[in-house]
């Protein structure tokens, strides 16, 4: 039972200090009370849209466990609000808090198509696939209304450039004439996240998504159209969604899935204040006992930075979640296979047809 003072339609239920600043703001009580008075909100909790200027938007990833070369994202901070998202904590660097910040000011980057360009187009560029996006949901609402990733596609097609997808919103689908024409080039892999079959839990985690039935038809449509689609059943948090992962694998594979993934939950920075506030107002009767089975995953802590360890875990328990994750790989996806990208396509292009103009 949610506590009274939750707040509805977010993940973060506060704003946690910022470690980069000096200074800490905080809304007083009092302040509050003299609001409500007044008849005034003190907080609409509306989102924010943020234009920013960056001079580029490609990433090298240098974490040898993420499992991505390269990554950019058109947005900054994610208005889905999942509350154990691990990008909160970059959104300190821009001078926000890891809470109600990430999910209310969103960061736009409406020059991102041509950085892109200008960054795969280079003559010392040597095609590799480049992920949308390896911080943030590139398809949050926010692309809806500013189709930055759209466009990026757009770029990504015209140079005959692999491309992989990363999102929780069935908004990929407005796009899939382009991921039809990148697919067959062999350009394009999809990566669809879904963390429960039960939509009060979904709600609960990941308060801005997309419905559990609308990934599941992204998943279903893409497949239809030989689109190749990884699900990312991530991350199992012991005690409130790991017991699903076998029949969430089973389900993304009925749906036309030909993998999965999946991580072991893991607190890092801000986020185990962020988290451990959430759980105490959103799921009272069971906080101290999921806080606890976290820590059994992580050698007594709800963090763990270890690379190769932080996103497996360690334990019982979590030995227990990759044990139901290779057989659920054994009944479910025994004859499928993921297919690479053509990353030679590109520089036949760049060699080409590119050098006319």
Known sequence: ???????????????????????????????????????????????????????????????????????????????????????????????????????????????????????????????????????????????????????????????RHPVGIITKNALILRDLDILKELNRHQLVAVNISITSLSEKTRRKLEPRTASLQKRLKAIKVLSENNIPVNAMLAPMIPGINSHELLKLAKTVSEHGALSFGFTVVRLNGAIGQIFTDWIKKAMPDRAEKVLHLIQDCHGGSINDSRFGLRNRGEGKIATQIHDMAKLARQLYFKDKTFPRLNVELHQQYKNGQMRLF
């Open 1 to 159: 039972m949610e506590s009274k003072e939750f707040l509805k339609g977010r993940g973060a239920q506060q704003n946690t200090p910022n470690k980069f600043l000096k200074h800490v703001y905080e809304v007083r009580e009092d302040f509050l009370e003299f609001c409500r008075l007044e008849g005034e909100e003190a907080d609409n909790n509306k989102t924010q849209y943020i234009p920013i200027f960056p001079k580029t938007i490609v990433n090298k990833v240098d974490s040898p466990d993420v499992g991505m070369m390269y990554s950019m994202n058109p947005y900054q901070g994610c208005e889905h609000g999942c509350i154990y998202c691990y990008a909160r904590n970059a959104h300190e660097y821009w001078g926000y808090s890891a809470g109600l910040d990430f999910e209310r000011k969103i960061l736009i980057k409406k020059s991102a198509p041509e950085l892109l360009e200008a960054k795969i187009k280079h003559k010392n560029w040597k095609a590799a696939t480049i992920v949308l996006s390896g911080n943030t949901d590139c398809y949050q609402p926010a692309e809806k209304k500013f189709e930055i990733t759209r466009k990026c596609l757009e770029v990504f097609l015209k140079y």
